[in-house]
Structure formats: structure tokens, C-alpha cells
């Protein structure tokens, strides 16, 4: 185990998978606080939501861990127990109720359904749209950059395509390449196989 | 057709058959007494007894009597059931309208998209004022073009849409528009009240009257209304249709973009329009999957309306429309979820929207303004020509 798990007993449960860094040792991570090798890190983070009854359910409990850079960490979990919640948390989609949250930017969210991350009519604009908050970007990087990560996923023959003809498993590839494109430091992935066959799931 | 005359019940060999509508116990098939099939049956040999051709002679009568009179109005009218009505939508949103063809690609997929939004402008204008031969001839060239331009499959049945809507605007408004008796709007008062001789027949064997359909008739002030609206639907709807196959939405949003830019100096927020415009469009077609999803959803329930009241009917639509729009706000949310992770402040400004207009040739450019500039000057000679 490459990394520290901080996870207090509970059904979900993170694992690193494994490091994609040979130059990391993640032994030397180990302190809370801002550190160049931490790339995710929660402390005591709650998230609790009302019902219409004004009933607290707490979806998180006094959740800690830390992620060290350069690594893939999977949450395995029942459904309901709050994973996707706790990538949202960590995404900066949903406000935690408590607890401190440190996230290294840039970083990027893949979401679980594919339709609610492709935002633009068709493939290259898609790819391209999360690269707008870079203004300094010359229009050939950003060609450049979305041709990249469409041949990363095998979308390259798909570049004007319009998203609502893709399968659900090419929608998601697209959603995958707009991630990639922006060369984020962490990547927030839900349930990133559920719409890829059994070849594309093993390529990811 | 009937299922059980497919069936070979007394071989061996396994026959699969696909029943259209609910899997019910079929009754046994009718066969002849005495079928002599011929053993041992070879696999994709076709049994002796059922090679003969079945013919079945039916005719019926209207004769009015008490028992059978009314027999026709008894059928059961498909397409009118909710089943049906919910099959009709899923099939009806299944089907892409105005959607970009990526391949293959023609000479249109790589015209400026700026000029292709002049055409369109012109098409929609020239119509309604030019003469009724070069709206025809309008009407020719766009269908023309369509079959040349678009996919087989997609034109056939882009062209046979068109044309039947067209067709009866043209019916409707050309026997509607001045289908009065004339007694009622009379130009000219009958020589029974003026006590003057008839008008002479004009030389030229102009009439007014065109055809006459019993009450209906068809003059040329119908011809003209129906005329037109059916060429200007005609040409709107194809060459829309045209524009959205060979150019990408990024592209048309592109030109909008290009030709709104001056507004910006008078502080219309052409950003934000051109950002509604494309998550508008990309939204079109979630809003289409989502009342495909739910209409097939019902469907798949095998419901059992017969059973069920008008109003419990009624009930299960207003739960399918209350269904769509709830699943449209949520795909909405978290879309802009999704923008706000991708780095989205909320300000069109803030954000910079790339677009790959690809490569304009410069070839189909030029020929496609001068084609425009001929189709132009056609439509404003003919108003004096063509009188």
C-alpha cells in the first residue's frame, strides 16, 4: 500500500491501485497540510442534506484521507454510500456541511452519466470547451491539444461529429478526452466504465 | 398476417417466430388433411404442403341492411389508442431532424458558413415576392439539390415529408383563400341586377376563375395564395434541412457570430447569444432522447389500457409530461454542473468558445456567390418579364 488511508469505518473504502509515478515516494506524504506531493486531502469532512421534513441524513461522516500525487485510487462502495457525493465534494460542484477539503488544481471531473458532461453539439467543440479558461492558448495548442486526447480514446475519426449520434460508451470516451485535454494534475473519475464494452474498459 | 400459418408444427426443426405484438398462445395451424410431407426434410427445404400458394378471396358489401349496415364504423381504428400514441412520439423523437452529416462529404460541407446564412436569408425573402415561375423553379433546384447533396435514405424521406405538408398548404389555401361564391364578393354585379349585357370574354382567354370543384373553385388569387405558401414552405424547410446537414453547428453559430459582431458596440451581449444558441442546440436533442426514453418506458409496461378509465388514461399522460420536464431540469443541473467543473464562471466574456470552422474552399465559395447574385437578379427580372 503506496498510500495512507484515513477512512473512518464505514462501506466505502478507498484503494490505491497503483503509483504512475517512479519518481514518487509516498512514504514521505504522510503530513496534513498542503504539500507538493498530496494531491487530494479531506479532514472531518461531513455532508449531510434535508428532507423536506427538515430531517438531517448525514451522506458523509467525519470522512479523512489523503491522496499523494501520482497515483490512481479507486472508492468502492455500496450503492448510496455517498461516492459520487464525495467526488462532487472534492469536484467543487457541492458545498461540504463541515471539514476542510484541499483539491491540487488544475483538476478535472468525469461525471458518472456522460450526457451531463458533454456540453457542446458536437466532438471537437466538446473537447475543446474546458480548454476556454485558458485565455493566453493559441488556437493552434488548443487544436493541438484536442486532437491529442481524442487519439488518446480513439475519437480522432469523430471530430465533427454531433454528440446525440455517439453510443453512450463513445459519449463517455468524448467526456474522457475533455479531461484529458486540459492535462489536469488530479482527475476525478465516477464510475468511469459503466458506459465502455469490455476492450475499453481495459484500455482505461 | 396470421402467425399461425408459419408454423411447422409437425418437424423438428426449430422455428422462431417474432410475434409483432404480445406473445399469446397462437391456435394451431389449419392444414390439409392429409399432408404428405416428404421425410427425411432437408434443413432449408420448404415442405410441399406449405410451398402452395394460399389465396384467400374476401368481399364484403355495404347493403344497408339492419344487420350489417354499419359494420365499417365497428373496426378497430389503429393509431388512435394511448399504446399507440406513446409508440407515435418514441418513434416520431427517434428520428434525427436537422442533424449534420459528417459523410460524405460534398462541395456544400465546405462553403463558408457565413454565405450559406445569406442563402438561407435570400431563400426566405425571394419566395414571397417573385414570380410564381421562379418560385417553382426555386422549388426544383432545392429539391434538386437535396438529392444531390444529402443520402439517399434521407432526402426520400425529407423530400416526402415536405412535400405532402406543402401539398396540402397548397390544397387548403388555394381552393380556401377565395373559394367563396362569388355571388358573395362579386367583382363585377351579375347583369340580372345591372340589366346591362354580359362583359365580353377577354381575348387573350384570360379567366379569373381557374377550376371548379362543385362549391369549391380555384381562381387565381388561390393560386397565388396556395402558390406561395407552399413554395415558401417548401424552400424554407429544405434548404434549412440542407444548411443544418452540411454545416456544423459550431460553424452556423460561427456566421451568427460574424454578423451580429457589430451589435456589440451598442452593448448586445452577442456572447451570451451565441452560448445560448449552442447549449440550446445541444439540449434540443437531449430534451428528444428524454421523451423518447420515458415514451418507451411506458410502452415497455405493456399497460393494459382497455382496463383503464379516461381518466387514469389521462393520468398517465399528465405522469409522462410531469416525468420529461422533471428529467429535463435535472439533465439541465447538471449540465451546469458540468460547465461550472470544466471552468465556467458564469460569464460568456470570462470563457472563450473555440470553433474549428475547418478550411472554406475557396472554389465553392465564389461559385456559390455567384449563384446567388444569378439567383437574385432571376428573382427581380422576372417582375418585369414574367408579368
Known amino acids: 500500500m503506496s498510500g495512507q488511508c484515513l477512512l473512518q469505518p464505514s462501506p466505502s473504502r478507498l484503494f490505491p491501485l497503483r503509483s504512475t509515478s517512479t519518481t514518487l515516494s509516498p512514504s514521505v506524504n504522510c503530513r496534513i497540510g498542503v504539500s507538493d506531493y498530496v494531491a487530494v486531502e479531506c479532514r472531518n469532512l461531513c455532508f449531510s ?134 492535462s489536469c494534475k488530479v482527475l476525478l473519475l465516477d464510475e468511469l466504465t459503466t458506459f465502455l464494452d469490455e476492450s475499453d474498459q481495459v484500455k482505461v | 398476417m396470421n402467425h399461425s400459418s408459419l408454423a411447422i408444427p409437425t418437424l423438428s426443426l426449430t422455428v422462431t417466430l417474432i410475434p409483432k405484438h404480445p406473445i399469446r398462445h397462437l391456435p394451431p395451424p389449419i392444414l390439409r388433411r392429409n399432408p404428405k410431407l416428404v421425410f427425411p426434410l432437408r434443413v432449408n427445404e420448404t415442405p410441399t404442403s406449405l410451398a402452395a400458394k394460399r389465396v384467400v378471396r374476401v368481399s364484403a358489401t355495404v347493403d344497408g341492411n339492419e344487420k350489417t349496415g354499419n359494420w365499417v364504423n365497428r373496426l378497430p381504428i389503429p393509431g388512435l389508442g394511448a399504446e399507440n400514441v406513446f ?31 445569406v442563402w438561407l436569408l435570400t431563400l426566405v425573402v425571394l419566395p414571397a415576392r417573385a414570380n410564381i415561375v421562379v418560385r417553382l423553379g426555386l422549388v426544383v433546384c432545392t429539391a434538386l439539390l437535396s438529392i444531390f447533396v444529402l443520402p439517399r435514405q434521407v432526402w426520400m424521406d425529407q423530400l416526402a415529408r415536405v412535400s405532402l405538408l406543402s401539398g396540402i398548404l397548397f390544397i387548403t389555401l388555394g381552393l380556401g383563400s377565395d373559394g367563396a361564391p362569388a355571388m358573395l364578393q362579386s367583382r363585377t354585379p351579375p347583369s340580372t341586377i345591372t340589366s346591362l349585357p354580359n362583359l365580353p370574354m377577354s381575348l387573350s382567354g384570360y379567366s379569373y376563375m381557374l377550376l371548379k370543384l362543385g362549391p369549391l373553385q380555384f381562381t387565381r388569387k388561390g393560386l397565388s395564395v396556395g402558390s406561395t405558401a407552399a413554395c415558401l414552405t417548401f424552400i424554407i424547410f429544405q434548404s434549412a434541412s440542407i444548411c443544418l446537414a452540411t454545416t456544423t453547428p459550431e460553424q452556423l453559430a460561427l456566421a451568427l457570430r460574424w454578423f451580429l459582431f457589430p451589435l456589440t458596440y451598442i452593448g448586445v ?43 387514469e388514461t389521462l393520468d398517465i399522460f399528465a405522469s409522462f409530461i410531469r416525468r420529461i420536464f422533471k428529467n429535463i431540469f435535472r439533465h439541465a443541473e447538471q449540465i451546469s454542473q458540468a460547465m461550472i467543473v470544466r471552468g465556467f464562471k458564469g460569464e460568456s466574456s470570462s470563457h472563450k468558445i473555440y470553433f474549428f470552422s475547418g478550411s472554406s474552399n475557396k472554389i465553392a465559395d465564389f461559385a456559390s456567390v455567384l449563384c446567388l447574385i444569378g439567383v437574385i437578379s432571376t428573382a427581380l427580372l422576372s417582375e418585369y418579364f414574367l408579368v
Not at chain 1, 83 to 90: D, M, Q
Not at chain 1, 150 to 169: E, F, K, N
Open chain 2, 269 to 311: 451581449p452577442v456572447g451570451e447569444i451565441i452560448l445560448t444558441l449552442l447549449l440550446s442546440l445541444r439540449f434540443i436533442n437531449l430534451v428528444f432522447d428524454e421523451v423518447r426514453s420515458v415514451a418507451l418506458g411506458i410502452v415497455s409496461r405493456r399497460v393494459n389500457w382497455k382496463q383503464l378509465t379516461a381518466l
Open chain 1, 49 to 182: 442534506v434535508s428532507t423536506r421534513q427538515g430531517i438531517s441524513v448525514p451522506i458523509l461522516r467525519d470522512c479523512s484521507f489523503r491522496i499523494p500525487s501520482g497515483q490512481l485510487w479507486m472508492v468502492l462502495g455500496p450503492n448510496g454510500c455517498g461516492k459520487s457525493t464525495l467526488l462532487k465534494i472534492l469536484a467543487g460542484v457541492v458545498n461540504p456541511t463541515s471539514g476542510n477539503v484541499f483539491v491540487e488544481k488544475p483538476k478535472n471531473f468525469v461525471f458518472q452519466n456522460p450526457d451531463h458532461q458533454v456540453v457542446m453539439p458536437t466532438v471537437e467543440a466538446d473537447v475543446a470547451f474546458g480548454l476556454g479558461k485558458y485565455h493566453d492558448m493559441s488556437q493552434e495548442e488548443v487544436k493541438s491539444r484536442v486532437i491529442k486526447a481524442l487519439d488518446a480514446v480513439g475519437m480522432c475519426d469523430y471530430m465533427q461529429r454531433p454528440i446525440q449520434t455517439l453510443s453512450g460508451g463513445q459519449k463517455q470516451r468524448v467526456a474522457i478526452a475533455g479531461a484529458l485535454a486540459e
Open chain 2, 87 to 117: 409508440r407515435l412520439i418514441s418513434s416520431a423523437t427517434g428520428s434525427p431532424i436537422g442533424q449534420f452529416i459528417s459523410s460524405p462529404v460534398t462541395f456544400l460541407h465546405s462553403v463558408d458558413p457565413r454565405i450559406k446564412l
